[in-house]
């Protein structure tokens, strides 16, 4: 038999409180029969929380006794606190999974031939895209971590704006297979200057920086993911360079 609890949360034609859908959804997962009440209007909320004299909602009461808000909740069932944003490094290894599965893609649809060459351009092209994606949310955000370290906007600072966008024409050049002449050069460029950027920052300065290889607002320590993602397009514009040689 389900154990019964009671939910109170704000439910309005302009808002719906996502906070009470998941109190209401860690409830029912824990087995418990949920007498849902929706607060459907301010005033209605403002009054509840008078009365209970608490200041946000959802509120969840057990047995009679009042559990608290959607942390609470958490707490009372012996589960951590809810990470706003999950490991530091979950953008990183989102962006070369996915990249990696758009590989696998390709091969299980066999436009692309299973051999080390294409497999490894196209991984890295792939994660180039999506690198530059993630700086061009907010190129402003990303300028602005990126000029504390890059050797090249330090000095040019405008070149800090053109960075992820030169990043995203070289990663769409390779899979548009564009003249090597239009693409190599690029890659090498920005490859070579932020490769030598990480290692002075970090290896030779042994400065504590954030890294922007993932956007303005990342947490990720600049060092070994920077250098790669550096080393990376460095190295296949080196790699296509050398195929007209």
Same mark, same amino acid.
């Given at each position: 038999m389900s154990r019964e609890a009671?939910?109170?949360?704000?439910?309005?034609?302009?808002?719906?409180?996502?906070?009470?859908?998941?109190?209401?959804?860690?409830? @029912?997962?824990?087995?418990?029969?949920? @007498?849902?009440?929706?607060?459907?209007?301010?005033? @209605?909320?403002?009054?509840?929380?008078e009365k209970h004299g608490v200041e946000t909602t959802p509120q969840t009461f057990i047995d009679g006794k009042r559990v608290g808000g959607y942390d609470d909740l958490r707490e009372f069932f012996g589960k951590a606190e809810e990470s706003q944003k999950g490991s530091r490094y979950t953008p990183v290894i989102a962006i070369f999974a996915i990249a990696a599965l758009f590989v696998i893609a390709l091969l299980f649809s066999s436009r692309l031939p299973l051999a080390p060459e294409p497999v490894i351009l196209h991984f890295v092209a792939f994660a180039m895209v999506l690198l530059a994606l993630q700086k061009l949310q907010d190129v402003r955000s990303f300028a602005t971590m990126f000029i504390t370290y890059d050797l090249l906007a330090m000095k040019h600072l405008r070149y800090a704006y053109f960075y992820p966008f030169a990043e995203a024409y070289a990663g769409i050049g390779m899979l548009a297979q564009l003249p090597v002449l239009a693409v190599a050069p690029v890659s090498i460029f920005i490859g070579g200057i932020g490769a030598a950027s990480v290692i002075k920052a970090v290896y030779i300065d042994k400065r504590e920086l954030k890294?922007?290889?993932?956007?303005?607002?990342?947490?990720v320590p600049l060092g070994f993911i920077s250098l790669s993602e550096n080393l990376f397009m460095l190295g296949a514009g080196l790699w296509m360079l050398s195929k007209l040689i």
């Amino acid at each position: 038999m389900s154990r019964e609890a009671t939910l109170y949360r704000m439910v309005t034609d302009q808002h719906i409180c996502p906070y009470g859908l998941k109190s209401k959804d860690l409830l @029912e997962r824990k087995g418990f029969a949920v @007498e849902d009440h929706k607060l459907t209007s301010r005033e @209605e909320t403002d009054a509840f929380k008078e009365k209970h004299g608490v200041e946000t909602t959802p509120q969840t009461f057990i047995d009679g006794k009042r559990v608290g808000g959607y942390d609470d909740l958490r707490e009372f069932f012996g589960k951590a606190e809810e990470s706003q944003k999950g490991s530091r490094y979950t953008p990183v290894i989102a962006i070369f999974a996915i990249a990696a599965l758009f590989v696998i893609a390709l091969l299980f649809s066999s436009r692309l031939p299973l051999a080390p060459e294409p497999v490894i351009l196209h991984f890295v092209a792939f994660a180039m895209v999506l690198l530059a994606l993630q700086k061009l949310q907010d190129v402003r955000s990303f300028a602005t971590m990126f000029i504390t370290y890059d050797l090249l906007a330090m000095k040019h600072l405008r070149y800090a704006y053109f960075y992820p966008f030169a990043e995203a024409y070289a990663g769409i050049g390779m899979l548009a297979q564009l003249p090597v002449l239009a693409v190599a050069p690029v890659s090498i460029f920005i490859g070579g200057i932020g490769a030598a950027s990480v290692i002075k920052a970090v290896y030779i300065d042994k400065r504590e920086l954030k890294c922007a290889c993932v956007g303005g607002d990342s947490d990720v320590p600049l060092g070994f993911i920077s250098l790669s993602e550096n080393l990376f397009m460095l190295g296949a514009g080196l790699w296509m360079l050398s195929k007209l040689i």
